[in-house]
C-alpha cells in the first residue's frame, strides 16, 4: 500500500541582503545556471546567436567563453553541470565544452523546449508539431 502524505506548513518571510554587481555586459545575458559545485554558466546575446559564458569558480572576476564570440544561434540553454552545458538552436541539441561544440542530434521540426535528466544521462526535448496530421491514429 502506497500513502500520499501532506502536510500545511506556515511559511515564513525570508530577507535576502542586498544584491552585490558582480558582473556588467553591454550585451544581454540570459539563460543562467548554478552548477553544484559553485560553477556559473549564461548565454551572451547579439541577435540571431549567442556565446557562452562560463565563470569556473563562482561569479569571481571575468567569464570564460566556451564558444569564443558569439556564433552559435543557441535559443536557450537547459542544463549546466560545471563542466558541460546543454543548449539547443531551432533544430539541433547541443553539448558545449570548453572549445568544443557537439551537435548530439540534428530535429526534423524546430526544438521547443528541452531538459536534461538529474543523473545527466537522458535528453527529452519537443519538436513544433505538423497541425496538419493528426496526433494519435
Known amino acids: 500500500m502506497r500513502r500520499l502524505l501532506w502536510r500545511q ?4 518571510e525570508v530577507l535576502l541582503q542586498a544584491a552585490i ?3 556588467q555586459d553591454d550585451q544581454p545575458l ?3 545556471f548554478v552548477a553544484g559545485n559553485g560553477a556559473v ?3 551572451r546575446r ?3 546567436s549567442a556565446e ?3 565563470w569556473p569558480e563562482g561569479l569571481i572576476g571575468s567569464p570564460v567563453s566556451w564558444t569564443g564570440r558569439p556564433r552559435l544561434p543557441i535559443l536557450r540553454i537547459f542544463a549546466f553541470d560545471g563542466s558541460v552545458t546543454y543548449a539547443f538552436t531551432k533544430d539541433q541539441l547541443l553539448r ?3 572549445g568544443e561544440v557537439d551537435i548530439l542530434h540534428t530535429a ?3 526544438i521547443r523546449d528541452a531538459h536534461l535528466s538529474p543523473d545527466g544521462q537522458h535528453i527529452v526535448w519537443l519538436e513544433k508539431a505538423d497541425m496538419s496530421t493528426p496526433a494519435y491514429s
Open 96 to 98: 558545449v565544452r570548453p
Open 52 to 54: 557562452v559564458l562560463v
Open 9 to 12: 506548513v506556515v511559511p515564513t
Open 108 to 110: 526534423s521540426k524546430p
Open 21 to 23: 554587481r558582480k558582473y
Open 41 to 43: 554558466c549564461c548565454a
Open 30 to 32: 540570459s539563460d543562467i
Open 46 to 48: 547579439v541577435p540571431d
